[in-house]
T-cell receptor, first 113, second 111 residues
Framework: EPEVTQTPSHQVTQMGQEVILRCVPI?????FYWYRQILGQKVEFLVS????????KSEIFDDQFSVERPDGSNFTLKIRSTKLEDSAMYFC???????????FGNGTRLTVT | SQELEQSPQSLIVQEGKNLTINCTSS?????LYWYKQKYGEGLIFLMM?????EEKSHEKITAKLDEKKQQSSLHITASQPSHAGIYLC???????????FGAGTRLFVKA
């Protein structure tokens, strides 16, 4: 069964550094998402992306965050200058149509020191 | 904005016992999802409910959506250690481009 893959599984970075989290959604999916989950807390929506543009973003997704679909397969989340509070598990998800179940990757655990 | 409240926050049951997890929405639900998450892993889709009164089952797990479409329950019959994990309900935001999630219910099954 096709799956969403995320790399790396774990990223450690120093405060102020830029990080790029990578995702390969399922190939025929059209809608892409990033969520984050701070340890022990809720899964929070960050951003949705469709037709090469952001469809919706949350208050968390400020100017330090950006997303890109540089080619036909990858979907990336960039954090320009990481803060300690960015430490979390970041999940990529996708689906082929709205109002259908999301398929999630296994996440990237980001640790900012 | 819409909020999903789950209860209980955590649950410890003896293997073989039945259990129920609830999800209540602050607004009418137009698509309600149940997911399971194991520690440190992604969310695995279990079931989707859309119609008031709808009920779906998969193996020993049954999910229901009430007639008013503001509450859903997930029932596990004869729990097993493999059922342990975090169960999350999710809902599509009307007119939006996102699924929101409840805080999750942590299930522990004692062998």
């Amino acid at each position: 069964e096709p799956e969403v893959t995320q790399t790396p599984s774990h990223q450690v970075t120093q405060m102020g550094q830029e990080v790029i989290l990578r995702c390969v959604p399922i190939s025929n999916h059209l809608y892409f998402y990033w969520y984050r989950q701070i340890l022990g807390q809720k899964v929070e929506f960050l951003v949705s992306f469709y037709n090469n543009e952001i469809s919706e973003k949350s208050e968390i997704f400020d100017d330090q965050f950006s997303v890109e679909r540089p080619d036909g397969s990858n979907f990336t989340l960039k954090i320009r200058s990481t803060k300690l509070e960015d430490s979390a598990m970041y999940f990529c998800a996708s689906h082929s149509q709205r109002n259908s179940p999301l398929h999630f990757g296994n996440g990237t655990r980001l640790t900012v020191t | 904005s819409q909020e999903l409240e789950q209860s209980p926050q955590s649950l410890i049951v003896q293997e073989g016992k039945n259990l129920t997890i609830n999800c209540t929405s602050s607004k009418t639900l137009y698509g309600l999802y149940w997911y399971k998450q194991k520690y440190g892993e992604g969310l695995i889709f279990l079931m989707m409910l859309q119609k008031g009164g709808e009920e779906k089952s998969h193996e020993k797990i049954t999910a229901k959506l009430d007639e008013k479409k503001q509450q859903s329950s997930l029932h596990i019959t004869a729990s097993q250690p493999s059922h342990a994990g975090i169960y999350l309900c999710g809902a599509d935001q009307t007119g939006g481009f996102k699924t929101i999630f409840g805080a999750g219910t942590r299930l522990f099954v004692k062998a």
